[in-house]
């Protein structure tokens, strides 16, 4: 009995061999790890790909977002640091526009007008107006002003309360100073440009038999080597000195030495006897030039 036990003790392996030898459960691991150590090693790798595929993605994310959405608003606000910059530099080079008091013109719908001048001779002003009413902007609108210009700024139809406060206001004024090498002469280059003539103005007045509609009748010649795509035309209404009303009217394609007969209703004109007719081009647009033919 007593071999059998001692064979039976020796067929069990001990946990350690001995005291300084590895233990058979850490080559166990270790046979373990080796056998698997490729997959630990894609599951890393797997990991580290999802970490960097989730930075790809967020920065596309933030990316396409500014694009789409934050870019233009940067722009705009870059734009308007710029501007800020040019005309605080501007009120230091150039003199202040000359604004005139807003005439309200009109009894019911009422005609605005106001008249601006620029000073400087070798400055234009790009800009927008807007007539302020009761300090409620009214109407806004794009206008500009040539080096030593004067011209009206008007709005149309617009119901002004009586009393009511009146002005006009002007903002983002863009100050374009001439280039010297393209412009050496702003007078000689208006004087070659600005070449329009009206002829033959009549003012018929609506009466209550055969005359129903106003109408106002002129010839505009461009005796100019240049023909413009869109002209705009002010029509100033006036009773002896009095500017009583104002209207507007845009021609297009007058063409370089073109004369054309023109005949503008004008509904509710009465009490007139004097017109004055004024073409109000942007000289410095090159996109408004008609090509030579």
Partial sequence: ?????????TEV?????????????KLSFGLWYVRHRRLFLNIIIVILIIFSASGWI??????????IFDRKKDQQLIAEMAQTTVNL?????????????VQVLGSGPNNLVAEIYNPNLRTAVFFKYSFVVN?????QRDGFVL????????????????GASVYLKIEQAN????DPRQIPDWPAFLAE?????????????????????SQIKFRLENHSAYGYWSVPILIMAYQGDDLIDVNELVLSKVRAGEARDIIFAWPGLKNVNYVEIVPMINFLDQNNYLPVD
């Fill in 1 to 9: 009995m007593s071999v059998n036990k001692s064979k039976t003790s």
């Fill in 13 to 25: 392996l001990p946990d350690r061999l001995t005291d300084d030898d590895v233990s058979l459960k």
């Fill in 58 to 67: 967020y920065s596309f994310y933030v990316l396409g977002r500014y694009f």
């Fill in 89 to 101: 530099l501007a009120g230091h080079i150039n003199q202040p526009l000359i604004i005139s008091d």
């Fill in 135 to 139: 300090e409620q902007i009214l109407v």
């Fill in 147 to 162: 080096p030593g210009q004067t011209k009206y700024l008007v709005a149309l139809n617009q119901n002004i309360p009586p």
């Fill in 175 to 178: 100050w374009q100073r001439l």
């Fill in 193 to 213: 440009h600005d070449q329009f003539v009206i002829a033959d103005k009549q003012i018929n007045l609506a009466n209550n038999s055969s005359q129903l509609i």
